[in-house]
DNA sequence: TTGTAAGCGTTATCAT
DNA sequence: ATGATAACGCTTACAA
């Protein structure tokens, strides 16, 4: 007898591709739902059968089609992460915790920046939320403060979670930290270590982290009864650059500060860089706190004293949130909101000068 | 005369979810297919029809569902990033040139780090081209020197570029930098300084930058007719920690040399920090030259005379070349394959010290 | 517990 | 130049 090709049982399996749900389902002799109802876990199913089933799989490597599960299902397996590039170390941080959590899922991490500022900048997230439909995003601060894209998000029915310093939204779409606290206690150290005169580097405007860290420093100074002239507030825009720029600004005063604060990490390498330039010694003549704890804090000269800010565990959390509900109802572990900065400190940092 | 809801034209379009190319196509009185071509720039088609279709599609805010097309295509509107993470800034680098490249278009990135060393490098690679079928990957070096990775790119259909120091493919599928050179040209720099006792932090074993950028220095070395004893030559990791690590070895030599080449700004940050810890001055007592021209040569003092890596042009023309012949055929300019690197003149160099 | 039939929204084949 | 029909591989009713 001669077995014509659409019948013979093996046949399908060696076609070009990749074995499918229906190879599988031939080979073991049940339906394309059982075979479905085995990938799904699905509990209403006799043990034997699904123990055959999964032999087969095993032996074809059938891999289930995450397109047709996603025609099918009406959602795509995939994690965004919206961002307009705060700094680079951030985002490959934000990066490594969103793969954290996407570990051993079917999960993959699409990134996304855009242009805040932009006119354009809706039709730009709506167009990648459109065309690529991912499960969920992650948007990163500053743009996590824009409420138009949590809207847009709602609208077109992707999950979001936002990232930020201050609780923007409610539990469930928002993870945050205490920005606000953790500058404050940093401003207390300098104080405690005799500083009086402090000075302090503000993130640009319209960053409600750049507000938090500021609102923070104003806290300390308040708690310690000290009153400082506006003059020893100076803005950057987060980058090393403007780093420098505000610190020459403070360093030209009269009297100098003996410490200044800088809300991130960059600009606090720009204070170290210009005080540098001056011949003024650090941590001797100058102290300096920065925030975030990035890379560079421990590679210049000397190891800066910055805030910890445990964004790879926020981006995680973010994540997880994202998949919750996922996994079977029962190991959903409902994921913190609030994420707590601390203090690191190193060498940057040293009792006022006398005199 | 009492319109039926199935044969309503305006009905599909209001149904709950988006508006489907089946809406389109009824509400444009055509088929189906005609309104894939328009969608497709199919070029036989009639332009009265075309503009007909596109009338409509807008009007309806039409997006053709990726998921459905992905299936039907058979791969995914995603260009894929494979890579171990040599090191963040690179990462981040490659990923403002992929998305450059992807500018404009309906793909999207989708970034995949792995595990090299571990036993089941391959296996996660395959799985992440199976699951996710991206159009194409940039695998980014270390990673790209393993033909493993092509070879299983190759078999699953998965177009490829790969990144390198290096030609390890042909051109279609390699876009490479000529390391040697330049690090023989920074080299050949010391060396017009007067410095003669020059030390090499080589980077690590199975890394073939590591072995261009070696090779380089020799190169150099070779050409002016000096010979080194091995001491001059350590060896780090390609992290801050190993650099501080390799410098300390050479600069408890004596004679100690008056110049280093670290094969990375990493590991150079780490040699002006060791060296300041033991008071060397730095260019005065002792020159510093890296590889990379990451923002940290920049920020750190003083900053690192370095070879720039054109790291973000060859990751653009790598995702151009995994592009090409997606845009109609006239257009696609062959993309170049050889990028060149050049040496950055900044403060860590000056002649050598007499004495 | 398992199977059947009907989609999901698109593209490909092969007509016309 | 355009259309009817069958894939693409999976899931969800709804039966059995």
């Not at 087969?56 to 099918?72: D, K």
């Not at 570990?103 to 990134?111: I, K, N, P, S, Y």
Request: charged share 25%.
């Amino acid at each position: 007898m001669v077995t014509s090709p659409d019948e013979d049982p093996a046949r399908g399996a060696q076609r070009a591709g990749k074995p499918t749900i229906n190879d599988v389902a031939r080979l073991s002799g049940v339906s394309k739902k059982t075979v479905s109802r085995v990938i799904n876990r699905s509990p209403l199913l006799n043990a034997e059968t699904r123990e055959r089933v999964q032999k087969v799989i095993r032996e074809l490597g059938y891999v289930p089609n995450p397109q047709a599960r996603a025609l099918a299902l009406g959602t795509n397996f995939l994690i965004g992460l919206i961002h307009d590039n705060p700094n680079a170390q951030m985002v490959l941080n934000v990066q490594q915790g969103i793969l954290e959590a996407l570990q051993g899922t079917d999960f993959a991490m699409v990134v996304r920046p855009v242009d805040r500022g932009s006119a354009a900048l809706l039709d730009d997230v709506r167009h990648f939320l459109e065309r690529q439909r991912p499960y969920g995003v992650v948007i990163l601060p500053p743009l996590s403060e824009n409420d138009g894209i949590a809207r847009l998000c709602l609208e077109l029915g992707c999950r979001y979670v936002r990232m930020g310093s201050a609780a923007l939204d409610d539990a469930d779409h928002m993870v945050a930290s205490n920005d606000r606290e953790a500058v404050a206690e940093a401003v207390q150290f300098l104080y405690d270590q005799g500083h009086k005169l402090i000075g302090l580097i503000a993130g640009p405007h319209g960053f409600r982290s750049a507000a938090e860290r500021r609102r923070g420093f104003e806290d300390a100074l308040a708690a310690a009864s000290i009153k400082l002239p506006r003059s020893l507030i100076a803005e950057g825009n987060y980058t090393f650059e403007s780093g420098i720029a505000a610190a020459e600004k403070l360093l030209d005063l009269t009297p100098r500060p003996t410490a200044i604060f800088a809300s991130n990490d960059e600009m606090a390498a720009g204070v170290v860089h210009a005080a540098r330039e001056r011949g003024i010694g650090i941590p001797d003549e100058l102290s300096v706190i920065g925030f975030d704890d990035t890379p560079i804090a421990g590679h210049i000269w000397p190891p800066l004293t910055t805030v910890r800010w445990p964004i790879v565990s926020m981006a995680r959390a973010a994540a997880l949130k994202l998949l919750a509900g996922q996994g079977e109802a029962g190991e959903s572990v409902a994921e913190p909101s609030m994420f707590l900065s601390r203090l690191v400190k190193r060498a940057s940092v040293a009792p006022r000068p006398k005199g």
